[in-house]
């Protein structure tokens, strides 16, 4: 060891530092686990005084560094080049409380979604969020990109449910405040800045995470809908309807619907083939009879006035885990692409129709674009099109890139409503954000971080 | 004119510049109309434009400025010398656009909070905040102290319910994100600075708010509670068994209780005295009759298993009212004090009962506390104490601060829950942030307002 590395190992234990053949080992994304790991080193702290040491080392020799969590993201944020320093929090994986009576748990970095989500259930509570990589995850890297999910419509983003946090800046300085407390209004609210700008203003060592009473009961149900504009009185009616009770409202396309409910897939169509657009929606609530009613009877008024054309309630459990794994394996949608493109943008409700609409036709004009699969959190303004195609060049991508990206400009859209920014969409923020805003973010990025160590050149260029 | 004054004549019309005279029909707080304002000068801008300009000028003359909103601020936020410059934003009092489909409203910052609840009734939707000054506080000050109220616990704080922002920095600079969307996961969330800051770190000056369906059913009942514990086991079985409509959770003390519902208060009580507490819940949902039986049942159920003693629910509109105005006139408390000091400080929920309890045991113990009333936000952890005192010596106000404010550094509490920091709580900060908490709110002020001209003083010492 040399240089750095050997100035790391005189603050940490050399089995928490890997190096050379070790490093063949590591991966940098879930999905890439057989492509070896280019980085200096490989470090992981146990405590947050260790993380602390090592970023106040960096900073002194101006050594970047690339903050690694569950490695699930999809926007490039992990990549890394040989002269990076990996920090990866997955020995900082305790659940250090869950408080039944406050209705919090408490955690560090490491600790992955679906343990967190066990431990809330084990004491007849719920930890709301939810999303597909929730096996892996970590929820340090969960807060820092302030990700979204299955129910954010009730619930809200990452953003909402933490309470309190702990994070280390750029220069080894720990900002902590651990709170359970649900308002606090003693001058700024730091905590906002390290959720969601994904590892370059600080890393997140721990959490206070807010929980929210079990459900008891649960209602699905499959709609038909004949037009888009029908998609969106729907919603308002669910909303009105349903009380406080609506927790998802899942718009899938008619031809991605075809898909998701045909072979290869194992998933049959709970309703036939043939509508443009399938709503699933969810209510969680706390009267299992009184809430089915409630469905039933919203769903029967909006056929009687045609705002819908065929609905079926989930009468088993059986029949949730059917309807919901239908929306949820979108794996069998990639699995038929030769290469795939993903996005996750954001639009405001009413314009979704129309505006998808024209980006689908325009793909469609691409020959090299093969299927485009078209389905989202439409409560949340939030569409995920998932686009195949013959050839991985990047002069296709980034075809695709502008045929997506560009109209979300004019209507006040986003380029990432969940996933952030990363790596690979970093071209594009000047899309949705305007140059003060950039300029107004290098400065608090300069701030925070004035050598910058923390994720160089991820979300922003200085 | 002269000086800076005359500098901003060159930019701003004469009638939008009061100075001399003209500032003695001006004041620093509604509850003190008849004192006058001590300033430079008092500018209206009518547009950013117009206010950016104004700061650009102040900035260059290092002119440090207050603004203004509707001026109920609890904590000195607006208190003046004669060499400040007030800005009040109470010509940018436009409703710009109600959006029924996007279930969205889009304000300028000097609309007060009443019009944006009437004009959103008139969509049949609801902005949810709602708060005793909403006939005066503007929506600028607002989100610049991220306001509270009675509806948190359902719809969250006023951080939850701006989705757009635009704000003028010190430089003049505009950061614009005026969107619909819910999520937006590109690069950092500027807002989150602007909200809460206290016009520290920019001038709010438009909003995008968020609005939800209008409720059709409301259940409001009063509880007696023998114990503090109890109250904790109610606030989790009503959340749990009133599914998603549970939306107020209010604690009063009992003798609290007790002074609301006496003479000279108008109000009868609804449950006889002589409870240790009473809370005052509420729900709304979606189907009247479904609604007010789930909440008899929830009663019938706890006082059969003796959590509660007693339990009356609202059979009317009159009902309705009635409960309400008990809560919420608490100007029937202050007019019987002789000088009064107000608390709104925040506490992890399980601890309330014993934290209060002993604040209230030490309080007793002096002399010149004549009186102290305690209710507030519980299912928030947000306690409201309300302390009559035989007069103003700040020695005595000192001392009643030490009280109240000590305990809360050992649990993890908070000072402000809701009305903020400003100038009366500056001293207290840091027993409820850390050094490194504070340093760092001190780096990003000086980051954002290197000149120091934003409400200089407030908040934060430089």
Redesign the interface.
């Given at each position: 060891m040399e240089g750095i590395v050997a100035r790391l190992a005189e603050v940490l234990p050399s089995e928490q530092i890997l190096q050379g053949e070790a490093l063949k080992q590591q991966y940098y994304h879930i999905w890439r686990m057989h492509e070896s790991l280019h980085a200096l080193a490989y470090v992981m702290p146990t405590t947050t005084a260790e993380l602390s040491s090592i970023l106040a080392i960096c900073n002194e020799w101006e050594q970047p560094v690339v903050v690694y969590g569950g490695r699930t993201n999809l926007v490039g944020s992990t990549e890394t080049d040989s002269s990076e320093l990996v920090i990866s929090l997955e020995k900082m994986n305790a659940v250090l409380e869950v408080?039944a009576?406050?209705?919090t748990i408490t955690v560090q970095a490491g600790v992955i979604l679906e343990e967190i989500q066990r431990q809330a259930d084990n004491q007849d509570l719920l930890f709301p969020l939810n999303f597909g990589a929730k096996g892996s995850a970590q929820i340090g890297g969960i807060i820092s990109?302030?990700a979204?999910g299955l129910r954010?419509l009730?619930f809200?983003?990452t953003?909402?449910l933490v309470l309190?946090l702990e994070a280390v800046?750029a220069d080894g300085?720990?900002?902590?405040?651990?709170?359970?407390?649900?308002?606090?209004?003693?001058?700024?609210?730091?905590k906002?800045?390290f959720?969601?700008?994904?590892g370059t203003?600080g890393i997140i060592t721990k959490a206070v995470l807010k929980l929210?009473?079990?459900?008891?009961?649960r209602c699905s149900a499959f709609v038909a809908v004949e037009s888009y504009d029908n998609v969106?009185t729907l919603l308002?009616q669910a909303?009105?309807?349903?009380?406080?009770?609506?927790?998802g409202f899942e718009l899938i396309w008619g031809h991605t619907y075809n898909t998701m409910t045909s072979a290869p897939s194992l998933n049959k169509p709970p309703l036939p083939h043939g509508s443009p657009f399938y709503v699933l929606l969810e209510s969680?609530?706390?009267?299992p009879a009184?809430?089915q009613l409630?469905i039933e009877r919203l769903l029967a008024n909006c056929i009687e006035v045609e705002l819908i054309t065929d609905a079926v309630v989930a009468a088993s459990a059986a029949d949730h885990t059917w309807f919901w794994n239908i929306r949820e394996d979108v794996h069998v949608l990639v699995s038929q692409m030769i290469v795939d493109q993903h996005f996750d943008i954001?639009?405001?409700?009413?314009l979704i129709g129309s505006v998808i609409q024209n980006i689908w036709k325009e793909l469609q004009t691409i020959e090299d674009v093969r299927e485009t699969h078209i389905f989202g959190?439409v409560?949340?303004?939030?569409i995920h099109l998932m686009i195949g195609k013959t050839h991985n060049d990047s002069n296709l991508t980034e075809v695709i890139n502008e045929i997506v990206y560009r109209p979300l400009q004019a209507i006040?859209?986003?380029?990432?409503?969940?996933?952030?920014?990363g790596l690979h969409?970093k071209k594009y923020?000047s899309l949705?954000?305007?140059e003060?805003?950039?300029?107004?973010?290098q400065?608090?990025k300069k701030?925070?971080d004035p050598k910058n160590i923390l994720n160089r050149n991820k979300?922003?260029d200085l």
């Open positions: 408080d009576s406050s209705r990109t302030n979204g954010v009730r809200g983003m953003r909402q309190g800046k300085s720990i900002i902590s405040s651990m709170k359970k407390i649900i308002k606090d209004n003693s001058a700024y609210d730091l906002q800045l959720i969601g700008s994904e203003l929210v009473e079990k459900p008891i009961s969106v308002k909303d009105k309807m349903l009380g406080g009770t609506l927790s969680l609530g706390s009267d009184g809430d409630r954001s639009l405001p409700v009413p959190h409560a949340d303004g939030n006040g859209g986003s380029i990432s409503a969940e996933h952030g920014i969409k923020l949705c954000r305007s003060a805003e950039i300029s107004m973010m400065l608090l701030s925070l979300v922003l």
